[in-house]
């Protein structure tokens, strides 16, 4: 994943597509911060967490820049989106995760809302980034209260 990123960045570079380069080296810097401060090699599973956080730090602020009507800050945020969603695995409909949801809540014999933590994350654990946790917990919400 390092290696895509990078060469992805030289792309961007050559093509002077600027939004695509700030992009990839705002993850690169996180991934690089990461490993400096915990003295360790992020695998690929970790940096496609740092970029699932960054897609979700992003459409938290697409939702402000919509609130205050600036258009320009929104198309940039959406191409930043789209450019980071590239490295993403296709998500999971909410179908899927349902199904899943399903198998976890009897596999772990919840039967009550008590259980929404545990069901919860069993199914992240299940699905890892292929789907955001605001829809395992809408789902799960959905299940355990039916």
């Known amino acids: ?5 990078m060469n992805d960045l030289k792309e961007s570079m050559k093509n002077k597509d600027m939004i695509r380069k700030n992009t990839i080296q705002m993850v690169r810097a996180q991934i690089l911060q990461i490993e400096k401060d915990k003295q360790i090699v992020l695998d690929d599973n970790a940096i496609l967490d740092i970029i699932t956080k960054q897609v979700k730090q992003k459409n938290d ?18 191409q930043e989106i789209s ?4 490295y993403l695995p296709a998500q999971l409909s909410k179908e899927e995760v349902k199904k899943i949801a399903e198998e976890c809540k009897v596999e772990l014999g919840i039967t009550d809302i008590k259980g929404l933590g545990a069901l919860i994350k ?6 890892g980034v292929g789907s955001d946790g605001k829809t395992i917990s809408d789902v799960a919400k959905e299940i355990l209260n039916n």
């Open 1 to 5: 994943m390092k290696e895509r990123l």
């Open 61 to 78: 602020a697409l939702a402000e820049f919509e609130k205050a009507n600036r258009e320009d800050l929104i198309n940039q945020t959406k």
């Open 83 to 86: 450019i980071l969603k590239e």
């Open 122 to 127: 069993a199914v992240k654990a299940k699905v």
